[in-house]
């Protein structure tokens, strides 16, 4: 008798894999805990088999578990089915197991999807058809029903995905930085650098991971496979000489997502010269320290993207001040008292909301001028009413959103909102 697949999570990524499996003719089960609110969802009313997550779901029958990005390893159905012998994969994995493209990998704390994002568009002007797809937005899994599948894929892998992924599927990928993040997830920085350093093992016989000397000298130790290969400092020199400010205000993304990109497209034969065009017509996504207007003399700037400790120190280096920052968000466990060195002689005040303001206040607050407060808005405002022209205000909230909001775009987004308000 066939076996089913067990699907774990009905987000966007769990819904392609449904997708996929219906069209191949296949009735999956899916598991969730909104079971009962997703039983009217269209897909679910095609024949899924919907049950609420529950620890001690029978697991008889089936020979697959898939499993969403968001579905911590130690989740008990996980545990179970390993003891059982199920083989249990992500929805990536799913995916490049039916996926017979040409495809690279990009990941990192920091930077993925601009660099994801720079190469795709790269290829694309040089003429070479590429589309970005994973962690990016658009599930991979979803690709597989597209009628029209020639493209190079540029696919954007986070380290929940790295986790479960087992095959070799990659030409070449990139690993950007290793700093700071999903410490909630984790159980140590070690931890957390070991699932990024595992894109190596997705890479194809022959082909090349790169990284930095950075990476290089700091996880020396952890570098065990032979595909590394690294970035070189001069090979890519800075695009125009301009300010800090002036970089971020023309879009320009860093130099070391540009060297990424670099190395991911010359793997593809593009020349050097080929690839500075591109990047000359390439703009950055939003929200990724993003100037958003000037009103009474203040520039006002959109880093939402900046969810980690690292990010948002990233940001504060191209800043010269005074900066009022709004910070906050969901708390991801790592300590906030790396920002001091940082923001010293530049953030002249610390706007902190929701569920991380307590921890920040705790750890900051006696260095810095600070104000807590419960609703993100009511952090705008504040910082809105205490700056003065020639000084910025920043958002780069170093935490998650999810606390209020749907997503960092969502934050980035009422952001501009609250202050096109105040500049009609």
């Known amino acids: 008798m066939k076996k089913e697949k067990l699907v774990l999570g009905f987000g966007v990524s769990g819904k ?79 995916a490049f197991r039916h996926i017979k493209n040409r495809c ?10 601009t660099t994801a994002l720079l190469t795709t568009h790269v290829l ?27 493209e190079i894929l540029v696919v954007e892998l986070s380290s929940f995905q790295l986790d479960t992924m087992r095959s070799e599927c990659l030409e070449a990928a990139v690993l950007l930085n290793i700093t700071p993040d999903h410490l909630d997830r984790y159980a140590s920085m070690r931890e957390y650098a070991i699932s990024k350093l595992s894109i190596e093992k997705r890479v194809f016989e022959g082909g090349k991971c790169f990284i930095s000397e950075k990476i290089r000298d700091e996880y020396s130790s952890l570098l065990v496979g032979d595909k590394w290969d690294f970035f070189d400092r001069e090979e890519i ?20 997502n540009v060297q990424a990109a670099f190395k991911l ?6 020349a050097k010269g080929v690839f500075l065009k591109g990047l000359e017509t390439f703009r950055k996504p939003s929200h990724r320290i993003e100037w958003v207007g000037e009103a009474k003399g203040v ?22 001040g005074p900066l009022l920052l709004i910070v906050g968000g969901v708390d991801k466990g790592a300590s906030y008292k790396p920002w001091i060195e940082v923001f010293k002689g530049k953030v002249k005040k610390i ?3 929701g569920e991380a303001a307590s921890k920040m206040e705790e750890e900051l607050s006696s260095h810095f001028p600070f104000k807590k407060v419960k609703a993100f808005q009511d952090a705008f405002e504040s910082a809105f009413l205490e700056a003065k022209e020639k000084e910025t205000v920043l958002l780069s909230p170093g935490c998650s959103s999810f606390d209020q ?11 501009k909102r609250l202050l096109k308000e105040k500049m009609r």
Do not use: W
Not at 265 to 270: E, L, N, Q, R, W
């Open 104 to 113: 690279v990998g990009v990941t990192g704390t920091n930077g993925k999807t």
């Open 124 to 150: 694309n002007s040089a003429g070479i058809k590429a589309c970005s797809l994973g962690n990016i937005g658009e599930s991979l899994t979803s690709y597989l029903e597209r009628e029209d599948r020639e």
């Open 16 to 94: 392609a894999v449904v997708s996929y499996l219906l069209a191949q003719g296949e009735r999956p089960t899916v598991l969730d805990k909104r079971a009962a609110e997703l039983q009217s969802d269209p897909l679910a009313q095609k024949g899924v088999k919907l049950f609420p997550d529950r620890a001690d779901f029978s697991l008889e029958g089936f020979d697959h578990l898939i499993l969403s990005p968001g579905v911590p390893l130690i989740h008990p159905i996980v545990e179970r089915a390993a003891l059982q012998g199920i083989e249990t994969i992500g929805e990536i994995e799913f």
């Open 237 to 256: 020199e800075s695009v125009a000489p301009i300010s800090p400010i002036g970089y971020i205000q023309k879009g320009i993304p860093e130099k070391e």
């Open 265 to 270: 497209s010359s793997h593809f034969g593009v």
């Open 351 to 353: 706007f902190a909301y």
């Open 405 to 415: 909001f749907k997503s960092y775009a969502h934050r980035g987004d009422e952001f």
């Open 299 to 320: 520039s006002y700037y959109d880093d939402s993207k900046a969810t980690n400790i690292d990010s948002v120190m990233h940001a504060l280096k191209l800043f010269q």
